[in-house]
């Protein structure tokens, strides 16, 4: 790869990610892919959301749904999500992914801490839509997963 032309003093190079504080946010989904599964036995949605208001604007988040999936219950948790997101942006009946595009909606963000060789990150938690100011409209996988997990389990 030839990489005449390139000036790094016209770039910023990267800095260390920090993830966003937890709270509500402003947003839209940007751009949207399907992509096969690590195991290959089926594929996911994978969405962009971009913050469009505040300190952190432009920040990118990334919401991955199982909605084609040999476990019934990956399966599950993505439809109830991708419900969510319907009703934040809404539109009720999708017939594609690009139709959830650029339609503003409010995002529950959570801090996951580090993990091992993963540093922290942020989580997905709910979506709502702007008219609500950030209350609950569906509740992303965790309390999908929640509410299937048998009482003794809790």
């Known amino acids: ?3 005449n032309g390139f000036n790094a ?3 910023e190079p990267t800095a260390e990610y920090v993830p ?8 839209v989904f940007t751009e ?11 594929s996911y949605l994978q ?15 990334i919401e991955r749904l199982n909605l084609n999936n040999p476990n019934s219950t990956a399966v599950e948790i993505a439809q109830r999500t991708l419900s969510g997101i319907c009703r934040a942006v809404g539109v009720m009946t ?18 996951k801490p580090a993990d091992g060789a993963y540093g922290p990150s942020n989580d997905i938690k709910e979506y ?7 209350g609950s409209v569906a509740s992303a996988p965790a309390a999908a ?3 299937s997990t048998p009482p003794w389990k809790r």
């Open 145 to 147: 997963a929640a509410a």
């Open 20 to 27: 966003l504080p937890a709270g509500w946010y402003k947003a």
């Open 1 to 3: 790869m030839e990489l």
């Open 47 to 61: 969405l962009t959301a971009e913050i469009i208001e505040g300190e952190h604007q432009g920040r990118k988040l």
């Open 128 to 134: 709502a839509d702007t008219n609500s100011g950030g």
């Open 94 to 111: 999708p017939r594609d992914s690009s139709d959830l595009h650029d339609k503003p909606f409010m995002v529950k963000v959570a801090v």
């Open 32 to 42: 949207s892919e399907e992509k096969p599964t690590k195991a290959q036995t089926g």
């Open 9 to 11: 003093a016209d770039v």
